[in-house]
């Protein structure tokens, strides 16, 4: 699930050898503190087949993110959220306007940010050790390296698993090996598309209250897509909701929230309460009582 975005070019590079070879190198790379993450008038459309019109995506998304942020995406299926955070982590580009990592254009994969995914992405045949060690950039020195992968895996608390196999391991420690591979890169920004949609109930909440401590131990700029209005209230500073027009199939930004309230917050809190049921309905989901 979490994984940066160089890393799991990489890691899929060696998996098929199918890789874009897009990643980049340089001093851009080595962020320990959060950026900024601006999007500026994206948008995306993709070819139409068999000589239709192009299908417009996301149009006019502007949004500045500001350092440190969590900033939750909520939308319907389709909406284009996936699309967006391809497009701050360079796995896609705009076919309009620019998305900007700390005030500089992102143009192919940007190794500022960690991208994760609904599935966990780990390396079958490394253990969690070795798949946590394979975040770090290249060029780490041995001694520092070890050391990060070491603080990282007693974050996650995995430290006593360390020597296990993905297939030896339940999802939940899979998705914290990857938030371990994916901090162990020390990225500006963490894009996290779904990244609990897989768990159960209770794995979920642990891991959501785990991202709050990770992110506190590892300050990073948070951009998370999820389907869950409960956990965009609990996790998120914003939550920008995304939809469409009648008869647009282009999405933009529909609202945005800002959440109240410092984190952890209280899951039964009135005004959370009634922005969840703001949110519920904007999202076409009949919140009242039959
Ligand atoms: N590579 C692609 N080529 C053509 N169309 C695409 C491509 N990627 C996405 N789309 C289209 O863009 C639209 C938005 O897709 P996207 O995956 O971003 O939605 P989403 O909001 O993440 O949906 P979900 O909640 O189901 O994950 C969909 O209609 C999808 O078919
Ligand atoms: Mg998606």
Do not use: Y
Request: include cysteine; proline fraction near 6%.
């Amino acid at each position: 699930m979490f994984l940066d975005a160089s890393t799991s070019v990489r890691a899929e590079e060696t998996a098929t050898d199918t890789g874009s070879g897009q990643h980049q190198t340089g001093t851009r790379g080595k962020t320990s503190q959060a950026l900024s993450v601006r999007f500026d008038n994206v948008c995306r459309a993709f070819p139409g087949k068999n000589g239709n019109e192009p299908h417009v995506v996301l149009k006019d998304i502007t949004l500045d993110v500001v350092p440190g942020e969590v900033l939750a995406i909520l939308g319907p299926s389709g909406s284009g959220k996936s699309t967006l955070l391809r497009a701050a982590s360079g796995l896609d580009a705009p076919t309009q306007g620019t998305v900007l990592i700390d005030g500089t254009p992102v143009n192919g994969i940007d190794d500022r940010c960690a991208v994760a995914f609904q599935e966990p992405r780990l390396l079958p045949w490394q253990n969690i050790h070795k798949n946590v060690e394979l975040g770090l950039p290249q060029g780490t020195p041995k001694a520092e390296g070890q050391e990060r992968v070491e603080r990282l895996l007693e974050l996650v608390e995995l430290a006593e698993f360390a020597h296990l196999r993905p297939r030896e391991v339940s999802g939940g420690m899979a998705q914290r090996t990857s938030l371990a591979r994916a901090l162990a890169r020390r990225p500006g920004v963490l894009l996290l598309d779904e990244p609990f949609g897989a768990l159960d109930a209770l794995t979920r909440l642990k891991m959501q209250d785990l991202l709050l401590q990770v992110h506190e131990a590892h300050p990073t700029t948070v951009l998370l897509v999820t389907h869950d209005v409960d956990e965009a209230l609990q996790l998120a500073d914003r939550i920008v909701v995304l939809g469409r027009k009648p008869r647009e199939t282009a999405a933009s930004i529909a609202h945005v929230f800002t959440v109240p309230g410092d984190r952890p917050r209280n899951r039964s809190d009135e005004q959370l309460g009634r922005m969840r049921l703001t949110l519920l309905s904007g999202l076409g989901v009949d919140t009242h009582r039959h």
